[in-house]
Each structure stands twice: as C-alpha cells, then as structure tokens.
T-cell receptor, first 114, second 110 residues
Framework: NAGVTQTPKFQVLKTGQSMTLQCAQD?????MSWYRQDPGMGLRLIHY???????DQGEVPNGYNVSRSTTEDFPLRLLSAAPSQTSVYFC?????????????FGSGTRLTVV | LAKTTQPISMDSYEGQEVNITCSHN???????ITWYQQFPSQGPRFIIQ???TKVTNEVASLFIPADRKSSTLSLPRVSLSDTAVYYC???????????FGAGTILRVKS
C-alpha cells in the first residue's frame, strides 16, 4: 500500500548514542518533514525538505541532522542522544501544492533515551 | 504563517453534530486552512482543507466566512470513534511545512 513508512517503530538508546530514524514514501511526494510529539503536546517541526538535495530547519532542529539524497527517503539522524529527545517521531510527505491532498503521515517511531 | 487558536477540549454525545471553531485573525491572502485528526499512538490524518466559503467531503464540512478570520469544522453525527485530537492549521497554497498548535481534544460519550 502506498504511504509513508517509518522504521523502527520502537527504539531504546543510551545517552550519547547515535542513530538514524528511517522514513520512506512511495507516492513521489516532493515535500517531506519530520516532527516530534511529546506526551500531551502537539507536533513540533524538526526539519523539512522541499525536494532532493534541499533541506531546512524547523522549530526544534538542535541535535538532529537530515539529508535528502533521493525523492523517496528522508532519514533523521540523532547525533548524540539525550533524554530530552525521548519522544514520538513522525515523518510526513506531500505534493508541492499541499492544498490538493494534504500531508500523509507515517505511523511514528517511539524513541526512549535512557 | 497565521497563528491559529482553537478550544482546548470539547465534549459531545454520539449522534450529535460537533462544530469546532478556529480563530486565525492574521491569516494571509495566500494561506489555506486545513484540519487534521489524530488518534492516540497514530500520526495525524488529513480531514479537509479550504480557502473560503464551504467545503464538504465524506467526513466533514469546513466553513470559512468571507473575512477568513475564523473557520469551523463540522462533524455530522459523531460516534465514539471520532474521539481524537483535531488540529486547525494555516498553510500556504504551495506551502512546504505545517506548523501545529495544541489542537482540540474531542471526547464523544455514549
């Protein structure tokens, strides 16, 4: 089924470890974004991309890196995990004219940093 | 992007129509209004979007008056499964990011 696939679904890291959260979409969407959602709160934008080779920072980019080498993939890298990065991470994608169909979100990655 | 303001929570009963109003006083000329629904442990799901007047799909209706300073999401005959958080957002027609607020927690009771 077409959509946004996030892996892994769950992950536990130790403080200081690094890891990459994977996001892939098969809808040929140009726009992709990463959000984090803390308990009882709304989503906060981490990084976004308007196409392959182009990325930009969102509201809370510190501690995270992204790259967009292909249209399909938009991985999020945690450089040195901290307990404050414990959260649920969502990836989303859209056509450039978001007004047409809206954004499609993945099912999330639940990350715990101990 | 325009800042949106919506109620923190609302309660309703099964079978009722629910209207959630969102305020966006400083909406820009090229901003659209979009609504998303989020269930616990899931990513948000697109419900509906519009620019002005009324838009209807199989799930909801969206009313945006001529001044576009507010909008109302209307959910007809809600059921228990409509219990979720609903987000109102402003975004540009060729927007490249969505900025979420706190959303409205809708609780539907039997």
């Amino acid at each position: 089924n077409a959509g946004v696939t996030q892996t892994p679904k769950f992950q536990v890291l130790k403080t200081g470890q690094s890891m990459t959260l994977q996001c892939a979409q098969d809808m040929n969407h140009e726009y992709m974004s990463w959000y984090r959602q803390d308990p009882g709160m709304g989503l906060r934008l981490i990084h976004y991309s308007v196409g392959a080779g182009i990325t930009d920072q969102g509201e809370v980019p510190n501690g995270y890196n992204v790259s967009r080498s292909t249209t399909e993939d938009f991985p999020l890298r945690l450089l040195s995990a901290a307990p404050s990065q414990t959260s649920v991470y969502f990836c989303a994608s859209s056509y450039p004219r978001g007004a047409d169909y809206g954004y499609t979100f993945g099912s999330g990655t639940r990350l715990t940093v101990v | 992007l325009a800042k949106t303001t919506q109620p923190i929570s609302m309660d309703s009963y099964e079978g009722q129509e629910v209207n959630i109003t969102c305020s966006h006083n400083n909406i820009a000329t090229n901003d659209y209004i979009t609504w998303y629904q989020q269930f616990p442990s899931q990513g948000p799901r697109f419900i509906i979007q519009g620019y002005k007047t009324k838009v209807t799909n199989e799930v909801a209706s969206l009313f945006i008056p001529a001044d576009r300073k507010s909008s109302t999401l209307s959910l007809p005959r809600v059921s228990l499964s409509d219990t979720a958080v609903y987000y109102c957002l402003a975004f540009m027609e060729y927007g490249n990011k969505l900025v979420f607020g706190a959303g409205t927690i809708l609780r539907v009771k039997s």
